[in-house]
């Protein structure tokens, strides 16, 4: 099963891992640098063609938090599965995603296999 | 992950140049924290540099540079949530620990040995700042490695033995707002084998009672799978807490009837009992416009209430570009640019008439040729940033090794220099710095002594100036103890016992090749490289050097640089029957002699009289060795030039040419350097013509005694 994946993170490095790991398994992947640039990037895409959202939590000008609650509050998103990415594992930080909306989370670093399992599994 | 390997080394790559900027943003960061900066955005940035670089780093397994930049950002994640102010001895430990990673990252990259001794070292120092509640992070940092979220779980293969599972699934109301679906983690389920799906739907309501996101439902999941428990647990991951999940485990073969019955059970299909979900998600309402709205449009429904720069520019977009790919566009726009000159020559001697729409034509095109050069040579500019970053850490090393307390401060950095100029001004940079820490600033007690303040100031300047680039290092230090310069000189030979020179004069016997301090070895400065090799290298990117000093104030170096090494506007002469160029940015005027204009202070030396004043007056031609007598005076053209420090000069030619843009093509290093000879080009009908640099001429040859100073270069240009 193919996607299509909105993928916002501030770190290049993590956006070409994101990329290289969906892109083999024939995902169309949307990038975005922080909250504010992945909100414009989603209002860009038609909501019917986002299957799920990836989000990195420590980000500039809005974090993964802030980015999480924009996209909830879009009528068209309240239900489109987010996954947060996050090199802590704790959870009070996977809590506080819940909270903000997130669907469930990823500890980087990621194994691209499981990336993409991960997302046909919320997005199913 | 084998097929991938090509990207992985690209992303690995990336990543690397990443971390120069991330480790540039650390920088700036904890200066401005050291510099009193308390809003939150600042300590973020900090926190946000450490920690992508840690994200990334665990993706390429560079555990050192986990291990290390894991605990430097537990300390910053400490300072960041405001339980821990850090004062001026954790702030120099940040920048330690900063200059650390940066060390680890460059050791990652190339393969090189790590430092884990200075881990070691100063995460203890990094512990310590934590007090008690190290423990509980080091518990944290275990946790680092990947964990949960492994559906597909790595277990070893046992043979295939059916499972038998009773889940029970009553799903809570917050489960929604999560976008976590219950019909997905449904089919997930069914995914990993058969399963009977059964639905309790007592709890639902009449319809016109029912809110259309609460949950009323009740799953009861009969599942035969070759799946562990842990594996049909993993897929209920993300909702844990927010439903009802009673796993129980039945052994293959006894799946009875264990269901608990309460009421009415329905069984359904699966694809059926999922349709309630999607169905209720309310209508869509208009979207926005394709997303060229401007950022700080969707800043308000932003709210990331610490975000102070939130009104910050976006990231400009960049291309990242292979150096390569780069110098063979400088190049072809050099090739482009003679061709050009040579087009330009040909039509005007053609005898064209200049309205012709060949001649306009050609106006035309040399304008887009300036144009299209200024472009490229942009593309090569960065700011010196960057390297003042660098040196930062020289200092901040170099006055530890000598236990100084320095301030540096840098000016202009935002100023642009070519990418080749920063680069190979590193080292140079990097010794004057030492040089001014180490012998350039006293120790405290002395500067306490003399009244000043306790730490010292190096000052690192960068700034546009008359069309090149100037480079100021200055130390508020003792300045040049001149007496003990000339005595090093002479005892060395390199100037006579009974020279006179002047202040200037002593300062410059700093850059004689052979002034070597060798008498005072010191860990820092003393590494047998002089100021001569950094006035070489200077040299080499068609630059200058000038020291200026002042007893008790301080010592003052200035590097003038071209802007780019690629392309000069120069003034093309003849001397002798040469053609050479002059830069046109020295050129202040043209004259030509009168009788009575010229006058002789002495045997060899004149003086020209310009609107009132007398300026030096050198022939050209003899002082480049192409003529032996000096030309005669009356009518004989004269360039006079001005020079970065405010002096002025004239200069004898034979005649003028042309005035135009050349393409600088550096003198391989197997030619002698010749003083006053800066490079050569092309001119527009295939001839080549030296490019002087006027400054270097007078400097080393004009002045007599100059010339007496700098023996080893008038030796090289007598022969």
Redesign the interface.
């Known amino acids: 099963m193919t996607l299509t994946v909105l993928a916002v993170d501030?770190?290049?490095?993590?956006r070409?891992?994101i990329r290289?790991a969906l892109m083999?398994a024939g995902f169309t992947v949307h990038l975005a640098?922080d909250?504010?640039?992945g909100?414009?990037?989603?209002?860009?895409i038609?909501?019917d063609d986002i299957d799920a959202i990836i989000t990195d939590i420590?980000?500039?000008?809005?974090?993964g938090f802030?980015f999480i609650?924009?996209v909830?509050?879009?009528?068209?998103h309240?239900?489109?599965?987010?996954l947060v990415l996050t090199?802590?594992?704790?959870q009070e930080l996977k809590?506080r995603a819940?909270e903000a909306?997130?669907?469930?989370?990823?500890?980087?670093?990621?194994?691209?296999?499981?990336l993409v399992?991960?997302l046909q599994?919320?997005?199913? | 992950m084998s097929e991938q390997n090509d990207p992985m080394a690209e992303i690995r790559a990336s990543f690397f140049i990443e971390c120069e900027e991330l480790l540039e943003a650390l920088q700036d960061g904890l200066q401005e924290l050291d510099d009193g900066a308390d809003d939150p955005e600042t300590i973020n940035v900090v926190f946000r540099a450490v920690h992508s670089i840690k994200g990334g780093a665990g993706a390429f397994g560079l555990e050192a540079l986990v291990r290390f930049a894991h605990r430097y950002e537990t300390v910053l994640d400490e300072v960041r949530a405001g339980r821990m102010t850090p004062d001026s001895d954790s702030m120099k430990l940040f920048f330690l620990a900063a200059d650390h990673v940066s060390d680890l990252v460059r050791a990652c990259r190339d393969e090189a040995p790590i430092p884990e001794a200075t881990s070691d070292e100063l995460l203890v120092r990094l512990d310590a700042l934590l007090g008690d509640e190290v423990e509980e992070e080091e518990a944290d940092a275990a946790d680092f490695t990947p964990l949960g979220f492994s559906m597909s779980l790595d277990l070893p293969e046992i043979e295939p033995e059916l499972n038998s599972f009773e889940i029970r699934f009553k799903p809570e109301q917050e489960i929604f707002a999560t976008g976590n679906e219950p019909a997905t983690l449904l089919r997930n389920l069914c995914g990993l084998g058969t399963a009977t799906v059964r639905c309790n739907t007592s709890d639902l309501p009449d319809l016109e009672d029912l809110a259309p996101e609460a949950p009323y439902i009740e799953w009861i999941i009969s599942l035969q799978t070759e799946a562990a428990e842990a594996e049909v647990r993993d897929i209920f991951e993300f909702v844990d807490g927010l439903c009802v999940l009673e796993i129980t485990g039945t052994k293959s073969g006894d799946d009875g009837d264990v269901a608990p019955t309460e009421s009415i059970e329905t069984e359904v299909e699966v694809e059926q009992a999922i349709a309630a979900p999607t169905a209720i998600a309310p209508v869509s309402v208009p979207k926005k416009p394709q997303g060229t709205k401007p950022a700080s449009d969707t800043e308000d429904s932003g709210a990331d209430p610490e975000s102070k720069k939130a009104a910050a520019p976006a990231a400009k977009s960049v291309v990242r570009v292979d150096l390569e790919r780069i110098e063979r566009l400088v190049n072809l726009v050099g090739e482009l640019v003679i061709n050009q000159a040579m087009l330009s020559q040909s039509l005007d001697e053609a005898g064209l008439s200049p309205h012709s729409d060949a001649m306009n034509g050609l106006e035309e095109f040399q304008r887009l040729t300036r144009d299209i050069q200024d472009s490229v040579m942009m593309i090569r500019a960065q700011p010196v940033k960057s390297l003042f970053q660098r040196m930062s850490r020289i200092v901040r090393e170099a006055s530890a090794a000598v236990e100084k307390e320095v301030r540096l401060v840098t000016e202009g950095e935002g100023t642009e220099v070519d990418k080749t100029v920063i680069e190979r001004l590193a080292d140079p940079l990097t010794h004057m710095i030492r040089n001014a820490v180490d012998h350039g600033l006293e120790i405290s007690e002395k500067r306490l002594a003399n009244g000043k303040s306790r730490a010292g100031t190096v000052t690192l300047m960068a700034a546009h100036r008359s069309g090149r680039v100037i480079i100021e290092v200055t130390d508020d230090g003792a300045g040049i103890n001149r007496e003990r310069v000339l005595e090093i000189a002479v005892s060395k030979g390199l100037v006579p016992p009974d020279v006179q020179l002047t202040d200037g004069e002593i300062d410059n016997l700093l850059f004689l090749p052979g002034f070597s301090t060798a008498s005072q070895v010191s860990a820092l400065s003393g590494r047998g490289v002089g100021m001569d090799v950094v006035k070489t290298s200077i040299q080499s990117l068609g630059g200058r050097i000038s020291i200026s000093s002042e007893a008790g104030k301080g010592t003052k170096f200035s590097i003038s640089l071209p802007l780019t090494l690629a392309v000069l506007d120069g003034m093309v002469v003849n001397v002798a029957g040469e053609t050479l160029v002059l830069p046109l940015n020295v050129v202040v005027e043209t004259l030509s002699l009168g009788p009575d204009d010229v006058q002789m202070l002495r045997p060899g030396a004149y003086v020209v009289k310009v609107r009132g004043g007398f300026v030096p007056l050198y022939d050209l031609g003899v002082m480049l060795g192409y003529r032996a007598q000096r030309k005669t005076d009356a009518g004989a053209i004269v360039l006079l030039i001005s020079l970065e420090d405010g002096s002025r000069a004239a200069l004898i030619i034979d005649g003028i040419q042309d005035q135009r843009q050349v393409v600088i093509k550096g003198l391989d290093d197997s030619f002698y350097r010749a003083p006053g000879i800066a490079a050569a080009t092309i001119l527009g009908d295939g001839q080549i013509a030296l490019i002087l640099d006027p400054a270097d001429i007078i400097a080393g040859l004009g002045n007599p005694r100059g010339a007496d100073i700098m023996l080893s270069e008038r030796k090289i240009a007598n022969e």
């Open positions: 501030d770190s290049r490095t993590m070409d891992m290289m083999p640098e909250g504010i640039h909100i414009e990037v989603l209002g860009g038609n909501p420590n980000m500039p000008r809005m974090d802030g609650d924009a909830r509050e879009q009528d068209d309240r239900a489109t599965p987010i090199t802590e594992s704790s809590m819940r909306g997130a669907t469930g989370w990823i500890v980087k670093p990621f194994d691209p296999a499981k399992k991960a599994m919320v997005a199913g």
